[in-house]
């Protein structure tokens, strides 16, 4: 059986909870142990997938097609390992199992309540992924803050299993804010110590406090900190705010982080942690020799979170290639006709975003026809490569009605329909095409360039497809279907020959992109926005004084 960390958090939400686990599971990793992450997150939503980008941040799917939080994310892009549906439990999923349960009789005779029967539930999948001694550890983030009600009932689960497994096979982090009051030049602890003592009313008892905080923790906070809090000082670890998040391991590693976890859960078979192609990583990401700028088209821009992977997946490509990659949003809901060139013509790539939904669809479709008509390197991922297909069908075949059935369900020229088996779904909730499915590639083409193979498998989240019925007008109008199904004839990626880079895929290829397995599509996008850029830049130079470029 594995042994357990649980990672709570303090004082206020957005500390970073998933990248601190994230890190020191890196740093475990590294040693030479089996480790996995999973997330608990307090709301009833049964999964992420039926929220809104705006509520929650991007909805992260895994290999086994499970819609789930934006941090496994960062677990899988940290530790290049694949999580699953088990990796991700939320308040929703574990009332469903519980009273699914109780309709079937299994409790036949007793009330059903928190304690025991939702506790045990909870408890019953915080240990899930530590059985068959696949793991040596298993971290686990409990979602939200230390006081919330909604997430009282994991913080009750922890407890009790602090009593129910060996001292050495469980342990709690909880990561707190010290607040810098620039009035009085100083850090302060207050907060800290009241979250502490709010997790310990709640019998749990933290080992070590991982503290956020903008300036650096003096021995004498340090000291304070422990006295008040009842840990170690040595269990007190600074967190700074740091320039990536991926140098995070490596501040962890400074503050031994992970040596207080072996110690304290007595593990002694580890080496010397190695992690020299992550610093590779860090050494090309923090001094790239030039740089690019990408155009990412989108409706959800005021949230960052709402593109998480896709710019991870430019952070990736951009250390691959040696550039920095400076991502710059543009809100598809205001591109028009006469404000296109005047809004992209200082970009290198345009990428157009996923999404959903009518908002913002018409804007997208002008940025395609924009990078088409320049040269501009193209990319376009599920609703973006969707859009590609209609400008392509509105604007060189002539079909001027080309749509979506998804945006217009009379169209005359449904050029994206609906896939077949998801016309009778009347369910929303995890009913899309989900997770890894294969895609085989047509030798010579760009995508066989990027790829360097034939067969790949990528993951998907969507309902609509390119309607073959068009295959034909589309292949002839120059258009290549350089990627399908081998099943079904689906659609994968399309792409034009006859332009430096347009490639739109119907997979997320961000969902794959990792610090040591960047994705193929973004490091060949992220290529061809390079040569783009040293082209113009050629060009500028070459040129008289007064020409206009
Ligand atoms: N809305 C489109 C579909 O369902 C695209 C989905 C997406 O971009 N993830 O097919």
Same mark, same amino acid.
């Given at each position: 059986? =594995?042994?357990?960390?649980?990672?709570?958090?303090?004082?206020?939400?957005?500390?970073?909870?998933?990248?601190?686990?994230?890190?020191?599971?890196?740093?475990?990793?590294?040693?030479?142990?089996?480790?996995?992450?999973?997330?608990?997150?307090?709301?009833?939503?049964?999964?992420?997938?039926?929220?809104?980008?705006?509520?929650?941040?991007?909805?992260?799917?895994?290999?086994?097609?499970?819609?789930?939080?934006?941090?496994?994310?960062?677990?899988?892009?940290?530790?290049?390992?694949?999580?699953?549906?088990?990796?991700?439990?939320?308040?929703?999923?574990?009332?469903?199992?519980?009273?699914?349960?109780?309709?079937?009789?299994?409790?036949?005779?007793?009330?059903?309540?928190?304690?025991?029967?939702?506790?045990?539930?909870?408890?019953?999948?915080?240990?899930?992924?530590?059985?068959?001694?696949?793991?040596?550890?298993?971290?686990?983030?409990?979602?939200?803050?230390?006081?919330?009600?909604?997430?009282?009932?994991?913080?009750?689960?922890?407890?009790?299993?602090?009593?129910?497994?060996?001292?050495?096979?469980?342990?709690?982090?909880?990561?707190?804010?010290?607040?810098?009051?620039?009035?009085?030049?100083?850090?302060?602890?207050?907060?800290?110590?009241?979250?502490?003592?709010?997790?310990?009313?709640?019998?749990?008892?933290?080992?070590?406090?991982?503290?956020?905080?903008?300036?650096?923790?003096?021995?004498?906070?340090?000291?304070?900190?422990?006295?008040?809090?009842?840990?170690?000082?040595?269990?007190?670890?600074?967190?700074?705010?740091?320039?990536?998040?991926?140098?995070?391991?490596?501040?962890?590693?400074?503050?031994?982080?992970?040596?207080?976890?072996?110690?304290?859960?007595?593990?002694?078979?580890?080496?010397?942690?190695?992690?020299?192609?992550?610093?590779?990583?860090?050494?090309?990401?923090?001094?790239?020799?030039?740089?690019?700028?990408?155009?990412?088209?989108?409706?959800?821009?005021?949230?960052?979170?709402?593109?998480?992977?896709?710019?991870?997946?430019?952070?990736?490509?951009?250390?691959?290639?040696?550039?920095?990659?400076?991502?710059?949003?543009?809100?598809?809901?205001?591109?028009?006709?006469?404000?296109?060139?005047?809004?992209?013509?200082?970009?290198?790539?345009?990428?157009?975003?996923?999404?959903?939904?009518?908002?913002?669809?018409?804007?997208?479709?002008?940025?395609?026809?924009?990078?088409?008509?320049?040269?501009?390197?193209?990319?376009?991922?599920?609703?973006?490569?969707?859009?590609?297909?209609?400008?392509?069908?509105?604007?060189?075949?002539?079909?001027?009605?080309?749509?979506?059935?998804?945006?217009?369900?009379?169209?005359?020229?449904?050029?994206?329909?609906?896939?077949?088996?998801?016309?009778?779904?009347?369910?929303?909730?995890?009913?899309?095409?989900?997770?890894?499915?294969?895609?085989?590639?047509?030798?010579?083409?760009? =995508?066989?360039?990027?790829?360097?193979?034939?067969?790949?498998?990528?993951?998907?989240?969507?309902?609509?497809?390119?309607?073959?019925?068009?295959?034909?007008?589309?292949?002839?109008?120059?258009?290549?279907?350089?990627?399908?199904?081998?099943?079904?004839?689906?659609?994968?990626?399309?792409?034009?020959?006859?332009?430096?880079?347009?490639?739109?895929?119907?997979?997320?290829?961000?969902?794959?992109?990792?610090?040591?397995?960047?994705?193929?599509?973004?490091?060949?996008?992220?290529? =061809?926005?390079?040569?783009?850029?040293?082209?113009?830049?050629?060009?500028?130079?070459?040129?008289?004084?007064?020409?206009?470029?």
């Amino acid at each position: 059986m =594995a042994k357990f960390i649980f990672v709570t958090g303090g004082v206020t939400s957005s500390l970073g909870k998933g990248i601190i686990a994230a890190s020191l599971a890196k740093l475990l990793q590294a040693r030479g142990l089996k480790v996995t992450i999973q997330k608990f997150d307090p709301y009833i939503n049964v999964d992420p997938g039926t929220l809104n980008p705006y509520e929650h941040g991007e909805c992260y799917v895994t290999e086994d097609g499970a819609e789930t939080d934006l941090d496994l994310g960062h677990y899988e892009r940290f530790l290049n390992i694949y999580t699953s549906q088990a990796n991700n439990v939320t308040t929703g999923r574990i009332y469903q199992t519980v009273i699914n349960k109780e309709r079937a009789g299994d409790f036949l005779g007793k009330t059903v309540q928190v304690v025991p029967h939702i506790t045990d539930e909870i408890k019953r999948r915080m240990l899930l992924l530590g059985q068959d001694n696949q793991y040596d550890i298993v971290l686990t983030e409990i979602g939200g803050t230390v006081g919330d009600i909604e997430s009282l009932p994991f913080i009750e689960a922890v407890r009790q299993l602090q009593w129910e497994l060996p001292e050495e096979d469980l342990m709690v982090i909880h990561l707190t804010l010290i607040p810098y009051l620039k009035a009085a030049k100083e850090l302060k602890t207050k907060p800290t110590q009241h979250s502490v003592k709010m997790l310990s009313e709640t019998g749990v008892h933290p080992d070590i406090l991982v503290c956020r905080t903008e300036e650096p923790l003096s021995n004498e906070i340090k000291r304070k900190i422990a006295l008040f809090c009842n840990v170690k000082q040595e269990a007190v670890i600074e967190a700074m705010d740091a320039s990536t998040i991926y140098e995070v391991p490596l501040e962890m590693l400074r503050e031994k982080l992970d040596l207080i976890c072996l110690k304290k859960m007595n593990i002694t078979h580890y080496g010397e942690p190695n992690l020299d192609k992550w610093k590779g990583f860090l050494d090309k990401l923090k001094y790239p020799k030039s740089k690019v700028t990408i155009g990412l088209i989108g409706k959800y821009i005021e949230l960052q979170d709402a593109y998480k992977s896709i710019l991870e997946s430019f952070v990736h490509a951009g250390a691959m290639n040696e550039v920095k990659v400076q991502v710059v949003n543009v809100h598809s809901e205001f591109i028009t006709n006469e404000n296109v060139a005047e809004k992209l013509q200082g970009f290198d790539g345009l990428l157009v975003a996923p999404g959903f939904g009518h908002r913002g669809i018409e804007g997208k479709i002008i940025a395609v026809k924009y990078a088409r008509e320049h040269g501009l390197p193209f990319f376009g991922i599920c609703l973006g490569m969707q859009m590609a297909v209609i400008e392509y069908g509105r604007n060189v075949l002539g079909l001027s009605e080309a749509h979506s059935v998804e945006m217009d369900p009379n169209t005359i020229h449904p050029v994206i329909n609906m896939m077949e088996e998801q016309k009778k779904i009347k369910m929303m909730g995890g009913t899309m095409r989900l997770g890894a499915y294969p895609c085989e590639i047509t030798p010579g083409t760009l =995508a066989h360039r990027i790829y360097g193979e034939t067969l790949i498998s990528e993951r998907h989240r969507h309902r609509y497809e390119f309607n073959n019925d068009y295959l034909d007008q589309y292949l002839a109008a120059g258009m290549v279907a350089s990627g399908k199904n081998p099943e079904t004839g689906l659609v994968e990626i399309i792409e034009l020959p006859n332009h430096p880079f347009f490639i739109g895929v119907q997979y997320h290829p961000e969902l794959k992109s990792t610090v040591e397995r960047p994705a193929p599509v973004f490091v060949g996008f992220i290529d =061809a926005a390079k040569k783009y850029n040293e082209l113009k830049t050629s060009l500028k130079s070459a040129a008289p004084k007064d020409a206009v470029i």
